[in-house]
């Protein structure tokens, strides 16, 4: 019964529509890329996180973005709010918030490998690398997602450059891997009891989970 959110890369724009195809709003964001889409509530109103490639960090920093849905930029995340040494490259992929806390989760998916986790207040409270668990490190954690359906929270991470799902929990600490039958999972959807995981090449799979 939502409304439809999507970006438009070149002009840079966010567009929202119904489930009729019709445009109900739309505004302008400053962005490069716009390569992920997150939404969150607060207090029953939302808010959209934009995960900006940059120029895939290249001639303008990449960045993460919260507006509201008027296009008001209210926080901006960066790799200098991330502590990271110079040398480190930072272009985020994806960024999720996590149900209840509101904490900041951001994959580092064409940088660094790496999932940074913050606060509200832009406070890294820790970062993995996929080295935590018997499955080993990320290459290019692209896409991340909170599945709230359990007890217990869960975080699924594309680990697409090693074609396989890690899952973690949301402290930090790996629980399983999936890792039949995919190749370059990059993006989730959730319904009912299935998992559509976009691939590259046009390619869906979908899982019982």
Same mark, same amino acid.
């Given at each position: 019964?939502?409304?439809?959110?999507?970006?438009?890369?070149?002009?840079?724009?966010?567009?929202?529509?119904?489930?009729?195809?019709?445009?109900?709003?739309?505004?302008?964001?400053?962005?490069?890329?716009?390569?992920?889409?997150?939404?969150?509530?607060?207090?029953?109103?939302?808010?959209?996180?934009?995960?900006?490639?940059?120029?895939?960090?290249?001639?303008?920093?990449?960045?993460?973005?919260?507006?509201?849905?008027?296009?008001?930029?209210?926080?901006?995340?960066?790799?200098?709010?991330?502590?990271?040494?110079?040398?480190? +490259?930072?272009?985020?992929?994806?960024?999720?918030?996590?149900? /209840? @806390?509101?904490? %900041?989760?951001?994959? &580092?998916?064409? #940088?660094?490998?790496?999932?940074?986790?913050?606060?509200?207040?832009?406070?890294?409270?820790?970062?993995?690398?996929?080295?935590?668990?018997?499955?080993?490190?990320?290459?290019?954690?692209?896409?991340?997602?909170?599945?709230?359906? +359990?007890?217990?929270?869960?975080?699924?991470?594309?680990?697409? /450059? @090693?074609?396989? %799902?890690?899952?973690? &929990?949301?402290? #930090?600490?790996?629980?399983?891997?999936?890792?039949?039958?995919?190749?370059?999972?990059?993006?989730?959807?959730?319904?009912?009891?299935?998992?559509?995981?976009?691939?590259?090449?046009?390619?869906?799979?979908?899982?019982?989970?």
């Amino acid at each position: 019964t939502g409304d439809i959110i999507t970006a438009h890369n070149t002009v840079p724009e966010i567009l929202i529509f119904d489930q009729d195809g019709n445009l109900k709003k739309s505004f302008l964001v400053p962005v490069i890329e716009n390569h992920g889409l997150a939404l969150s509530e607060e207090n029953g109103k939302e808010y959209l996180w934009i995960t900006d490639t940059g120029s895939k960090g290249v001639s303008r920093p990449a960045q993460v973005l919260k507006v509201d849905l008027e296009g008001n930029v209210l926080l901006k995340i960066n790799k200098e709010d991330l502590k990271l040494p110079e040398a480190d +490259k930072f272009v985020p992929t994806c960024c999720a918030i996590e149900p /209840g @806390n509101g904490n %900041i989760w951001i994959t &580092d998916g064409y #940088g660094s490998s790496r999932i940074f986790c913050l606060n509200n207040k832009k406070e890294l409270l820790f970062k993995i690398d996929g080295s935590e668990g018997s499955a080993g490190k990320f290459n290019c954690p692209h896409w991340i997602y909170f599945d709230s359906r +359990k007890k217990n929270v869960e975080l699924y991470i594309a680990d697409r /450059g @090693n074609n396989r %799902i890690q899952v973690y &929990d949301t402290k #930090g600490k790996f629980l399983r891997c999936l890792d039949t039958g995919l190749t370059t999972p990059s993006v989730f959807s959730i319904f009912d009891n299935y998992m559509v995981v976009g691939e590259l090449k046009a390619r869906l799979v979908i899982l019982d989970i």
